[in-house]
Structure formats: C-alpha cells, structure tokens
T-cell receptor
Framework: GQQVMQIPQYQHVQEGEDFTTYCNSS?????IQWYKQRPGGHPVFLIQ?????EVKKQKRLTFQFGEAKKNSSLHITATQTTDVGTYFC???????????FGQGTRLTINP | KAGVTQTPRYLIKTRGQQVTLSCSPI?????VSWYQQTPGQGLQFLFE???????NKGNFPGRFSGRQFSNSRSEMNVSTLELGDSALYLC????????????????FGPGTRLTVT
C-alpha cells in the first residue's frame, strides 16, 4: 500500500550534536508536513513543504522537500535538550485526499 | 480559538466491554481524524470523517467504528475490547476541504489514554 517510511526509528545524540531524520515515500507527494511530539504530549504541527526542492528554516531546524517530491528531511543543528521528542513526517499522496504518517524518529539527548 | 478537546482523558475498561470516545474539533474544522498510538507502532490511522461521512479508513478491524455529527463533533467506538487495544487514542481536526482543498495541517487533541485489563 501507500507508505511513508521514516528513518532512523531512534536517535540518541550528545547535546550540541546535529540530528537528521529522513522521510521517503513510494509515491509522489502533494506536500509533506512535519510534527513534533514531546514525551507525554500530542503531536504538534511544525511546518508544511509544498514545492519541489523547497527548503525552509525555523531557527536551528532545516526542512527539505526533494526534487521528485518523494522524500524529505529534517535537520536540527546543535541540538538542545528541548529538542527531545518524536518527530513525524506526514505526506499527502498525490491525487488522493489522504494524509499518511511516517513511523516517527524518537530523539533523545544526553546533556 | 479553543483547541481540539477529547473526553475522557483516561479510561480503564475490561476485556469484552465496549468504549466510546469523544472529540470536539476546532471551530470551523470539518475534517476529523482518529489515530491509535502505541509505544512500538507509532501513529496508526483509524479513519477520517468529513461532513458526517467517513472519507478514509485505515486497516483496523470492524470493532473500531466512528461517526461524525452535524456540528463536526466525532465519536469513536471500540466494541469487544481486547488487551491489545490499550493505547493512546488521538483525534485531530483540520481545514481539509471536500475535494482536497484546504489545509491538511492536523491539530491534535490531548488524547484519551485507554487501558484494557
């Protein structure tokens, strides 16, 4: 079926190190969204990318949407303990009114 | 604007019982989606409702059902509960429109933590 794969499943870093999570789809996406879920909380929308090759930044977070609109990445520069949580990507399958979530990447940080 | 609300927040049920969870979306949002979240399985999509009609459905057994009312409030029902149904059930609303227009940005509620014993 239509799937959005996200890797890695877990990532542990030292505070100050960079972190990247990747999202790949088997089919073309109309757009890609990223969410963050803090421990004990619920997912919160971070950003949406729509255009092929689009890059957006939010402070230390950089989001990219691939040229073929089948993959995306979230990169965090110089992680801080406040970045702890699970990051989910979610894509709209092109031609379908359906949002598909990736499995999430759980980020833990050693202070 | 008030956020998405879910009731109850916590629930303990026994195997074989049934349960109904409620979700009130953000005012003006007509799309409501339900997700099951367990530690090892991430976010599993249950179904999406738009204007009282089920628009999308995930791969869950028929024991899981839902409905949406004319005011966009939604309920989810699980019958004949099993131990494996213990999870956090999240509801999310969005401005997604009838024909794919609008934003699919999901606004999640705090969830209902269901424990089946």
């Amino acid at each position: 079926g239509q799937q959005v794969m996200q890797i890695p499943q877990y990532q542990h870093v030292q505070e100050g190190e960079d972190f990247t999570t990747y999202c790949n789809s088997s089919t073309t996406l109309s757009n890609i969204q990223w969410y963050k879920q803090r421990p004990g909380g619920h997912p919160v929308f971070l950003i949406q990318l729509v255009k092929s090759g689009e890059v957006k930044k939010q402070k230390r977070l950089t989001f990219q949407f691939g040229e073929a609109k089948k993959n995306s990445s979230l990169h965090i520069t110089a992680t801080q303990t406040t970045d702890v949580g699970t990051y989910f990507c979610a894509g709209i399958i092109q031609g379908a009114q359906k949002l598909v979530f990736g499995q999430g990447t759980r980020l833990t940080i050693n202070p | 604007k008030a956020g998405v609300t879910q009731t109850p927040r916590y629930l303990i049920k026994t195997r074989g019982q049934q349960v109904t969870l409620s979700c009130s979306p953000i005012s003006g949002h007509r799309s409501v989606s339900w997700y099951q979240q367990t530690p090892g399985q991430g976010l599993q999509f249950l179904f999406e409702y738009f204007s009282e009609t089920q628009r999308n459905k995930g791969n869950f057994p028929g024991r899981f059902s839902g409905r949406q009312f004319s005011n966009s409030r939604s309920e989810m029902n699980v019958s004949t509960l099993e131990l494996g149904d213990s999870a956090l059930y999240l509801c999310a609303s969005s401005l997604a429109g009838r024909t794919g227009t609008g934003s699919y940005e999901q606004y999640f509620g705090p969830g209902t933590r269901l424990t089946v014993t």
